[in-house]
């Protein structure tokens, strides 16, 4: 089943061609590395999945549903099975680590004791058992990345977006994630689209590489290479 299509799609920002004639095909379960030079566009990639920018030509689809199509948003963010996590995590300093991990489930009324035992399954799940009543900003860089990845898996999300999330850390501990987060994938079994400039990160993270380049006026490859 494909997950994630993108159907000749066009993005431009004012004059500026950002993607022409797009086509992309990411099937379930699948972990694509979406590689590229810094403004080639894979951030804006990753905005159009989750719903945040529309093509303003072509269509993108979320298991087989048009989300967004001809500069129209069909499906909100929040109604997509989307999950994100960026670089800048973006955790909340004054809430405890569960209480940035439930969040999500606290606007979706969830009961607080369903929410507690879901919170605590996940935060096992991300290794990170016992630090729910601490803050954030107490944790290490490396777990306050398991606090996002936390909060994004605890909605089940079919896709996963990741914008270089690991690229604040330092590389080893980059790769010892990295290969956490290929675990996590295999067991709880979402579709990865996930943002990288470091080789290492992509050869242990992706099934499947997309790279991406900066358009010029000539028309946009976008055939990703296998490794
Ligand atoms: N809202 C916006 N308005 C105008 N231009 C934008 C907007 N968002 C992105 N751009 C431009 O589109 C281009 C692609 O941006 P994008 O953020 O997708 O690049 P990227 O590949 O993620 O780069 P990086 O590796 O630096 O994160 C950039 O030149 C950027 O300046
Ligand atoms: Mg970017």
């Known amino acids: 089943m494909t997950m994630v299509a993108f159907e000749n799609v066009t993005l431009r920002y004012g004059e500026r061609v950002i993607l022409e004639n797009f086509s992309l095909r990411v099937k379930k379960r699948e972990r694509l590395v979406?590689?590229?030079?810094?403004?080639?566009?894979?951030?804006?990639?990753?905005?159009?999945?989750?719903?945040?920018?529309?093509?303003?030509?072509?269509?993108?689809?979320?298991a087989d549903r048009p989300v967004s199509a001809d500069g129209r948003i069909l499906v909100p963010p929040e109604k997509r099975g989307v999950g994100m996590v960026f670089q800048d995590l973006a955790l909340w300093p004054h809430m405890s680590v569960e209480e940035n991990v439930g969040f999500g489930l606290m606007v979706r009324k969830v009961p607080k004791m369903e929410r507690k035992r879901r919170?605590?399954?996940?935060?096992?799940?991300?290794?990170l058992k016992g630090f729910g009543s601490q803050n954030p900003s107490d944790l290490s860089g490396g777990e306050q990345q398991r606090v996002a990845l936390a909060r994004a898996l605890i909605l089940e999300p079919d896709v996963l977006?990741?914008?270089?999330?690991?690229?604040?850390?330092?590389?080893?501990?980059?790769?010892?994630?990295?290969?956490?987060?290929?675990?996590?994938?295999?067991?709880?079994?979402?579709?990865l689209l996930y943002v990288t400039h470091?080789?290492?990160?992509?050869?242990?993270?992706?099934?499947?590489?997309?790279?991406?380049?900066?358009?010029?006026?000539?028309?946009?490859?976008?055939?990703?290479?296998?490794?």
């Not at 919170?119 to 290794?127: C, N, P, Y």
């Open 119 to 127: 919170v605590e399954e996940i935060l096992e799940l991300v290794g």
């Open 34 to 62: 979406i590689f590229g030079p810094s403004g080639s566009g894979k951030t804006t990639i990753l905005r159009m999945v989750a719903g945040f920018v529309a093509p303003e030509r072509g269509t993108v689809s979320i």
């Open 161 to 191: 977006l990741m914008d270089e999330p690991l690229s604040s850390l330092d590389r080893p501990l980059a790769e010892h994630l990295a290969h956490e987060i290929v675990r996590l994938q295999k067991r709880v079994g979402f579709t």
């Open 198 to 227: 470091l080789e290492e990160e992509a050869a242990i993270i992706g099934t499947r590489r997309l790279t991406i380049r900066k358009h010029t006026s000539s028309s946009q490859t976008s055939r990703p290479e296998i490794f």
